[in-house]
């Protein structure tokens, strides 16, 4: 499994300001940090609609991350239409490994714990460690960082939280157990995105996003999977979307992995005449695990 802490695209020597959905502490920091560097300034934001508008403001910010699909949940289909409404870019991509772990305020033991806050999927995501606590009320709330930060706030000697090993660095939590999520190989892919107009080239980039749709005819997506194919670009990802105010037809977004950017260049030209339309989101480098 690789890892990188480093920058992958060329930024400002100022710290970047980056939208994020959730508050700080949460796992779109976490990418955010992972992709632009530690001093990265990221700009909470309650939607991921927000997330979209403020990445797109040139006065707010420097561009947005906003996750897309999670290796458990599947995509996040909403975030794809996003997306396609904005002239955002993709030049970059991070696939985080998710952990969650039991954090309380400094010198709280396992016994004197009686709740545990955090948000439902983060409790269902760690459902067989609690359930050997049968004691414990389970609190829902909405954010696994803020659930970290309403703890330190309130200095309670009760309560627990479950969150990541940012929101513990930021509050002063200790972590009472590491890593409790029941399962252990859970991502979630974070996209990078900036504004068409402050993206740079990304170098030897070797993935793309793109969006297409294909006329009615049958066959039609058959056709266009074939030159893919035959241009040697692997296809990671295939998702479909209804078209609004048409009849069954659909748009397509594509993942494509490939060698060199004239392979890319190349299948993109022997697609365009059998698609209706078609529209690159970006062209960047594989995202690494961390």
Known sequence: MQTSTSRQHPMPASPVRVSIQGYEGSFHQLAAQQFFGKDATVITCATFREVVRVAASKKESDGGVMA??????????PNYNLLQKSN???????????????????GVKLEDIREVH???????????????????KLVETEDTALSAK??????????????????????????????????KNNYTRFLIL???????????????????????????LA??????AEGGINLSK???????????EY?????????????????????????????????YKKGKTV
């Open 238 to 248: 295939l998702q479909s979307f209804p078209i609004p105010g048409s009849e069954w």
């Open 68 to 77: 897309i699909e999670n290796s458990i949940a599947g995509s996040i289909l």
């Open 118 to 136: 955090s948000h439902h999927m983060a409790l269902l995501q760690c459902i067989d460690f609690l359930e050997k606590h049968p004691g414990w």
């Open 251 to 283: 748009s397509f977004h594509a993942d494509m992995e490939f060698d060199t950017l004239e392979q890319f260049e190349a299948v993109i030209n022997s697609i365009r005449p059998i698609t209706a339309e078609l529209k690159v989101y970006g062209i």
């Open 194 to 220: 900036q504004r068409e107009d402050s993206a740079a080239p990304v170098q030897h980039p070797d993935k793309a996003s793109v969006n297409f749709h294909t006329d009615h005819s049958r066959g039609s």
């Open 150 to 183: 309403h703890l330190q706030q309130h200095r309670s000697r009760h309560t627990a939280a479950i969150a990541g090993k940012l929101a513990a660095d930021l509050f002063g939590l200790d972590v009472l157990a590491p890593n409790i999520q029941t399962m």
């Open 88 to 106: 955002l870019r993709v030049v970059g991509e991070i696939y985080l490994q998710i952990r969650q772990h039991l954090l309380v305020n400094p």
């Open 223 to 228: 056709r266009v999977l074939t030159k893919i």
